[in-house]
């Protein structure tokens, strides 16, 4: 399986600023996925992050708000535009690979309070 | 679309006992089903995956879950729970048409006691 990093791991942020999230893959993975989980909820997904176009967003998620980039087949961000307390959450990359294309391997995530 | 439901957002077992956590499923199309497990500040861990081979599937811990297509479940049991057992599990079920997008249920928090 994969190993992912996260960084940040957490922060605490004040509503109207935007925060970058990185998820680093040791490995060439096939997908890329950003979920969110918010406080004694379960995972949603936000988008599925697509090497050198555009990010396909889930419904209730809008590109202004949750920007992704993936450059490459290792590295992905997500930000988080405009906070409000509402997003506060945590925030989780996952991926597969071609190996096992329905696995996914999750990172442990970045806990982000919003004040 | 798919869906599912974990009967249960909490269960105690005491150590030594067996665990069952439930997990039910909706799907048009026949399903990837998985379970995770989620330990406090962590990410997700894969407990175990079924992909259509054989109904009943082991996993990690000892774990194991069977998929029951005409009660459309997929229950996790675990014969003899541990104190490190402690955690959040999650089911979820994936489209095999390719999408591999993930939709959770709830979660179990589940508790041991001593």
């Known amino acids: 399986s994969a190993v992912i990093s996260q960084k940040p791991s957490r922060d605490i942020c004040q509503r109207g600023t935007s925060l970058t999230i990185q998820c680093q893959v040791d490995s060439q993975v096939t997908m890329m996925f950003w979920y969110r989980q918010q406080p004694g909820q379960s995972l949603t997904l936000i988008a599925t992050a697509n090497q050198g176009s555009e990010a396909t967003y889930e419904s209730g998620f809008v590109i202004d708000k949750f920007p992704i980039s993936r450059p490459n087949l290792t590295f992905s961000t997500l930000t988080v535009s405009n906070m409000s307390p509402e997003d506060s959450s945590i925030y989780l990359c996952s991926v597969s690979t071609t190996a096992s294309l329905y696995e996914q391997y999750f990172g442990p995530g970045t806990r982000l309070t919003v004040t | 679309a798919q869906s599912v439901t974990q009967l249960g957002s909490h269960v105690s077992v005491s150590e030594g006992a067996l665990v069952l956590l439930r997990c039910n499923y909706s799907?048009?199309?026949?399903?990837?089903l998985f379970w995770y497990v989620q330990y406090p500040n962590q990410g997700l861990q894969l407990l175990l995956k079924?992909?259509?081979?054989?109904?009943l599937v082991k996993g990690i811990n000892d774990f194991e879950a069977e998929f029951k297509k005409s009660e459309t479940s997929f229950h996790l049991t675990k014969p003899s729970a541990h104190m490190s057992d402690a955690a959040e599990y999650f089911c979820?079920?994936?489209?095999?048409?390719?999408?591999?997008?993930?939709?959770f249920g709830q979660g179990t928090r589940l508790t041991i006691n001593p």
């Open positions: 079924y992909t259509s081979a054989a109904t």
């Open positions: 799907s048009s199309v026949p399903p990837y």
């Open positions: 979820a079920v994936s489209d095999r048409r390719g999408a591999q997008k993930l939709v």
